[in-house]
């Protein structure tokens, strides 16, 4: 199923065509924004999209532009709101009368049906979501007079962009419904990023769906290290052990299950593919965090009914 998702790089295009088809093709078409690059400055970008019902993903890095929505492109009549943070580098924010200098972790709220630039001068690390406006001004109701405003960095705002720059690249999210949640903890994140007055209680959903997101990313980056464990991991997000069980519980596993699951996946992996037939199937295991060859073959032969051996004869016959 097409999960609304792309990448685009401009070293992916003639230099002597660079700067035009960016401009229209990315600027002009998808994002609606006009881009002129800066006379005295290098310019370079790659971004990643992804379009969830409600909801659009953008994240890469940029420099050497300035970025407008002019009057001209608002006669598409799209009035949705943009949430736009810069994650590094710096860059710079102007609409309805507010300017804005975003430093690391800070954010701003931007609305389409407004005039208003970005000036990015530098290498800067983005991530922007698109919002439809009825359904963010139902959950913050003076969303309009929060526009061109600074963002503040904040555990919520850190939580909200590793949550998002997870879901760009979250293949398991093929189904709508799964999707619909998936924008549902969004929305949560970015009602109390936005310091809505509503009870921050119903919002409790949205942060521990993308502190659970966070938790298993963390994981899976480090999976190998036989070290790790539930008191490491949650040392490292700042919370009690407890509570990431409660996540991983609420989630219908458990750390240990779900740790060990990805080892036996990187393993997997590393036995199907044709070359590595002669790398020792001890060597594999250790290498995917494993500590103890007999508890790994166990765990193995109940993941996958059938030994690492048999699965790697089976891989070579149909080769």
């Not at 379009?51 to 890095?61: E, F, M, Y």
């Not at 929505?69 to 860059?91: C, E, K, P, Q």
């Not at 850190?158 to 969004?186: I, K, M, P, R």
């Not at 519980?249 to 593919?273: K, Y």
């Amino acid at each position: 199923m097409d999960t609304g998702a792309a990448a685009f790089s401009s070293r992916d295009l003639a230099e002597k065509d660079r700067i035009a088809v960016w401009r229209e093709v990315y600027g002009h078409t998808i994002l609606r924004l006009d881009i002129e690059p800066l006379r005295d400055r290098a310019f370079e970008a790659d971004i990643q999209l992804r379009a969830l019902p409600g909801l659009k993903l953008v994240s890469g890095t940029i420099q050497g532009t300035r970025d407008r929505r002019t009057r001209a492109l608002m006669a598409d009549g799209n009035d949705d709101f943009g949430l736009a943070f810069n994650v590094a580098g710096i860059s710079s924010v102007s609409q309805c009368g507010h300017d804005v200098a975003l430093g690391a972790g800070e954010g701003v709220l931007l609305s389409c049906s407004d005039v208003g630039a970005f000036l990015r001068p530098s290498p800067s690390h983005y991530v922007g979501l698109r919002l439809p406006r009825a359904p963010l001004k139902a959950l913050v109701p003076n969303a309009e007079d929060l526009v061109g405003r600074l963002v503040p960095r904040t555990g919520t705002t850190d939580l909200l962009l590793s949550y998002s720059q997870a879901l760009l690249g979250d293949e398991s999210l093929s189904s709508g419904a799964l999707q619909n949640v998936a924008v549902n903890h969004v929305f949560d994140l970015v009602v109390l990023a936005l310091g809505s007055s509503r009870d921050p209680s119903a919002r409790e959903g949205g942060l521990r769906a993308a502190r659970l997101a966070a938790i298993k990313a963390d994981i899976a980056a480090r999976f190998s290290s036989p070290s790790l464990s539930l008191e490491t991991i949650a040392s490292r997000h700042r919370v009690t052990p407890r509570y990431v069980q409660i996540l991983f519980e609420r989630d219908g596993t458990t750390f240990s299950q779900f740790l060990m699951s990805r080892r036996l996946e990187d393993v997997r992996r590393a036995l199907v593919d044709p070359r590595g037939r002669e790398r020792p199937i001890a060597s594999i295991a250790y290498d995917a965090g494993f500590a103890d060859i007999s508890t790994f073959n166990r765990a193995f032969r109940r993941r996958f009914g059938m030994t690492p051996s048999d699965m790697r004869a089976g891989n070579v016959r149909r080769h």
